[in-house]
């Protein structure tokens, strides 16, 4: 039976995972799941809440165990779900404040904030495929969704090329979701769809359900609306502002409205919404908080409630629902494991070396693109070349990922500099050096020497 490891024990997206996971107990042929983190403390509070999901919700007799020891966590693992957050909120905060005070898009991943928590990550990333392959299962998988993940999955591509990883992400998910609650479809399994581009930067070119094309509804959908959001999920979740909610604050909602603005110039494919920052940079710097940023919601609420909903849970017995309701974050992840162990040659959007998929990029590209995966990995599905604005913007921001991995390999202050230079959020040479050297500053403790 098997073992599976969540690296990041300690996210707030812990207990959704774990739910996702235990209720695929058998697909898993699950015996233990183990929550690894290198901060104690964090981690066993979010322990409570799974254990409590575990035993009081799931009824289920699966072991959990709770570590900080890579050799306990990884020995014999099956499978492991890979969630680091280099640097955790507090760095994610400057990975954000930073550029917006010279004037940049503040994100996590996106822009000058997700080339630093790039050079934050592809350490300890390597590190953990060292470890894994020194402990876990020799046919072991490691599912990776740490941020930046373009970044990280360039790195390890690079620097790892045998590793058994694969690199996902959850956002075009989201995005199919937020289609089928516009357009009211309640059956998302049936929704099919094309996609290609690099991580956080990619187009859908065909949506359907049935007979029915999505594409164009969405489209007009969108046009009307001028927002990509449910106009019922959009009343929620402004009514659930409070909660913390991903898509109820501000800085969301931004990119949902800016699919719109995106579709009207550029109307032939479905946009990212992490688009926004590249094709919208002055708006978004324009319509930023710079005291009040993403990670900063995420610590007031998210992270807020779910904590002192176990406090409370530990003082007093009483479970708070907001705090104890696990989301469906993981439900795709875990799928993605079930395609694995079963060789089932299900259709994934996987981040994976291009090979020719999209034949007008690079071989050796970290592209986006739907794959079927069975019990040898990702097998990517050829495309047609794509038109050369979309080809342009990704081989602009492909070359400014790969040149942060050089960077990082080579100790190279010029190429971090012509890597910065490269990317699409920051308007000139001078201000790249600016925020390079501001960054090199605040993250001393976590980057190599450049
Ligand atoms: C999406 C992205 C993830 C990212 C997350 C951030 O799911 O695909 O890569 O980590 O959003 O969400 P948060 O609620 O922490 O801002
Ligand atoms: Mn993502």
Same mark, same amino acid.
């Given at each position: 039976k098997n073992k599976i490891c969540l690296v #990041? #024990?300690?996210?707030?997206f812990t207990p959704g995972i774990v739910k996702s996971i235990v209720e695929r107990s058998e697909e898993l042929n699950l015996r233990e799941v183990v929550l690894y983190d290198i901060n104690e403390e964090r981690q066993k509070k979010v322990a409570v809440i799974v254990e409590w999901i575990l035993r009081e919700q799931l009824k289920s007799d699966v072991i959990l165990t709770v570590t900080t020891d890579a050799e306990e966590a990884f020995t014999d693992a099956k499978f492991i779900f890979a969630q680091m957050r280099v640097g955790g909120y507090k760095m994610r905060e400057k990975d954000e404040k930073t550029p917006l005070s010279f004037g940049c898009v503040g994100q996590e991943t996106c822009g000058p904030g997700g080339l630093a928590y790039g050079l934050r990550t592809i350490g300890p990333m390597i590190e953990l495929i060292d470890q894994v392959e020194k402990?876990?299962?020799? %046919?072991h998988w490691i599912l990776n969704y740490s941020n930046p993940a373009a970044i990280v999955s360039e790195a390890c591509r690079k620097? @790892? $090329? *045998?590793? @058994?990883i694969i690199n996902v992400c959850d956002m075009p998910i989201a995005i199919i979701d937020m289609i089928a609650g516009s357009l009211n479809i309640a059956d998302t399994s049936e929704i099919k769809y094309d996609y290609f581009g690099l991580n956080h930067f990619g187009w859908f070119t065909s949506i359907t359900y049935r007979e029915r094309d999505l594409l164009e509804e969405i489209k007009h959908y969108v046009n009307e609306?001028?927002?990509?959001?449910p106009p019922q999920y959009i009343e929620r979740l402004k009514e659930n @502002?409070?909660? #913390? %909610?991903?898509?109820?604050?501000s800085s969301w909602i931004h990119v949902w409205e800016s699919v719109y603005t995106m579709l009207q110039a550029f109307p032939d494919y479905l946009p990212n919404t992490y688009l926004t920052y590249y094709l919208l940079q002055k708006e978004t710097v324009e319509h930023q908080n710079p005291d009040l940023t993403r990670a900063n919601e995420v610590m007031n609420t998210r992270e807020k409630a779910l904590f002192e909903g176990v406090d409370k849970y530990l003082a007093t017995g009483e479970v708070d629902e907001a705090s104890f309701h696990a989301g469906s974050h993981g439900d795709w992840i875990s799928d993605l494991a079930v395609a694995l162990l079963n060789d089932t040659k299900s259709r994934f959007l996987v981040i994976t070396e291009n090979k020719g998929a999209? $034949? *007008?990029? $690079?071989? %050796?590209a970290m592209v986006e693109v739907p794959a079927y995966i069975g019990e040898n990995g990702p097998e990517v599905i050829t495309q047609e070349p794509i038109p050369l604005f979309y080809q342009g913007l990704m081989m602009q921001q492909l070359n400014s990922e790969k040149l942060i991995v050089e960077a990082y390999i080579e100790n190279s202050y010029e190429k971090a500099l012509q890597s910065f230079s490269l990317n699409k959020t920051i308007p000139s040479v001078n201000v790249a050096r600016s925020v390079l050297n501001a960054l090199i500053e605040e993250n001393k403790s976590y980057w190599p020497e450049l």
């Open positions: #990041g #024990g300690g996210s707030t402990y876990a299962l020799e %046919d620097m @790892r $090329p *045998n590793a @058994r609306h001028k927002i990509l959001l @502002r409070a909660t #913390g %909610d991903r898509h109820a604050v999209i $034949p *007008n990029m $690079p071989y %050796d």
